[in-house]
């Protein structure tokens, strides 16, 4: 009890993140830049911070390696021994450390969750991430390390609150380990055939209520993370409120409901060490906001590169994307040749599904000289997107928090969003009389809609110098993670005395 006294006043936490991406190591999206800054900048602030993270082909690539533990053991998943090993790398600029959780039969792999060869997930997504959250409260323990803070994210290493309260619910060594879930998109729900409930391993009177681990008839991971977790948050207040809708919810909102009392809204930061055209080493040109006409050389070695083009006076609007239905693209596609019918050009970055790729190389062909589509995951050239674009587009279904507008904003490069999640949290429509805004919003996820909000945007960029000063505005805000640490520091200790959620299988069942 002592020690929650302690945590719960200022002392330094022990602080053990589970995920399946962390930047540079392995990133597909937003999740891998949040864990190395949040991770880092913890440890800055005096926690003992261990970030679990399996070794991925893409860690053997970046060629760092930490120290190798001497020990070894075995995790059993259904009846299959699973090796595992692990190495401790330590980030020496913050003092965090990374754990890489070795087994190459299970993640040494061309990418992280799916096949390249089929484009679907990998079928033993179940094991990976069973054994992921196993992993890491075994190295844990057997390096004597304990946990005050099990901070766990989305599906992948959700099950770490599980684990806590049931096959360690009597060890002492975890008795004041206290978990935390953040959920960076519900839609993700780690959905497995019934039969994988077995590889869980957990014995049946845990899963006495089936409702907790299944959802239609399938074993739901998020479900049962949310209902074990002591606390659970989402990366911003809108997608908090949201994800508790049918229209958002992805089917989990009657359970994220049953945990309405222990939820919270907590907006992710920016990490201006990396995201700064001041200092940005992947872009033409450096500048900033007294040097904003430095940013056009930025535009005409983008143009340049990616083979448009040299226009200065033609609008440059930019995307960088997962290809997925979560972020709009259908309604851009319907709108395209309305937008590229004017002095408009467009770079897209993205990876993901066929039908999208394939919806943009057509926009391709349509407009050679104005449209370019990129496919493939490319780090530098989505800086220099962001540094060579006048406008970028998010035109999300939903969107957890999203980082690409916050980047924007940064770098002058005006959002045009769609008022959902994070955007709606962080777009403010410009309003040219009053001086105020930083973007451009629009309320429906209709085309229609979208067509209008690009229209006001194209009008005010003909007028310069509104446009300098909308610009301006948003490169002066600061979304840093110096304010967003401090939020998870708050977070950590309010679970740390949180009361067992009893709510656990009562909410769930309500489900
Ligand atoms: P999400 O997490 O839903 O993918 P975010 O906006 O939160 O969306 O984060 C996306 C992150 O991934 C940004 O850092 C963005 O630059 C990066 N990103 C997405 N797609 C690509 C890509 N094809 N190439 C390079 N970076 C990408």
């Not at 002592?2 to 589970?18: D, Q, V, W």
């Not at 060629?63 to 299959?80: D, H, K, L, R, Y």
């Not at 080493?281 to 340049?304: C, E, F, M």
């Not at 429509?429 to 085309?447: I, L």
Request: contains cysteine.
């Amino acid at each position: 009890m002592a020690r929650i006294e302690e945590i719960a006043g200022k002392g330094s936490m022990n602080i053990l993140i589970t995920t399946s991406e962390m930047a540079p190591f392995a990133k597909t999206g937003g999740l891998g830049d949040v864990i190395a800054a949040l991770g880092g900048r913890l440890a800055l602030a005096g926690h003992d911070v261990k970030v679990f993270l399996p070794k991925y082909s893409s860690v053997y690539q970046t060629g760092v390696s930490g120290e190798a533990s001497q020990e070894s053991c075995v995790i059993s998943i259904n009846g299959a021994d699973y090796p595992l090993r692990w190495e401790v790398y330590q980030d020496k600029k913050s003092g965090l450390d990374v754990v890489f959780v070795i087994n190459d039969d299970l993640y040494h792999r061309p990418d992280i969750y799916t096949d390249r060869e089929t484009g679907l997930d990998y079928p033993d997504n179940d094991v990976r991430f069973i054994f992921l959250s196993q992993a890491a409260l075994a190295i844990a323990k057997r390096m004597k390390w304990k946990p005050d803070i099990v901070h766990a994210n989305d599906w992948q290493t959700g099950l770490i609150s599980v684990y806590l309260k049931t096959l360690y619910g009597e060890d002492p060594f975890f008795k004041w380990t206290r978990s935390l879930l953040t959920i960076h998109n519900v839609a993700y729900q780690g959905v497995f055939k019934k039969e994988s409930l077995l590889k869980l391993g957990l014995s049946s009177e845990y899963m006495l209520d089936p409702k907790v681990f299944t959802h239609r008839g399938k074993l739901n991971v998020l479900k049962a993370s949310i209902a074990y977790a002591d606390k659970i948050n989402t990366v911003s207040e809108r997608y908090a409120s949201e994800m508790q809708t049918v229209e958002y919810g992805y089917g989990l909102q009657r359970a994220m409901r049953a945990r309405n009392a222990d939820l919270i809204g907590t907006l992710n930061g920016v990490d201006y060490s990396i995201w700064d055209p001041a200092t940005d080493k992947n872009i033409a040109q450096t500048y900033d906001s007294a040097h904003l006409s430095l940013k056009a050389k930025n535009k005409s070695a983008l143009q340049r590169q990616v083979g448009l083009p040299v226009r200065n006076k033609h609008a440059l609007l930019g995307m960088v994307t997962r290809l997925a239905e979560q972020k709009g693209i259908e309604l851009f596609e319907e709108i395209a040749d309305d937008v590229l019918g004017l002095d408009v050009q467009m770079v897209v970055l993205g990876d993901g599904d066929k039908k999208y790729v394939e919806a943009l190389q057509a926009i391709q062909e349509r407009h050679p000289k104005k449209f370019r589509v990129v496919i493939g995951f490319d780090d530098q050239l989505a800086h220099q997107i962001e540094a060579g674009c006048d406008m970028f587009l998010m035109p999300s279904l939903y969107e957890p928090c999203g980082l690409n507008q916050m980047y924007s904003l940064r770098y002058g490069t005006v959002p045009i969003v769609r008022e959902t999640g994070g955007l709606a949290d962080t777009i403010i429509e410009c309003d040219k009389e009053r001086d105020t805004g930083n973007g451009f919003v629009f309320k429906n996820f209709s085309s229609d809609e979208l067509l209008e909000a690009f229209c006001r945007a194209h009008d005010l960029f003909m007028d310069k110098k509104s446009w300098k000063k909308l610009q301006k505005r948003g490169m002066a805000e600061d979304f840093s993670w110096n304010t967003a640490v401090g939020r998870y520091e708050k977070l950590y200790r309010d679970t740390m005395i949180a009361k067992e959620p009893q709510v656990v299988f009562e909410g769930a069942t309500a489900v």
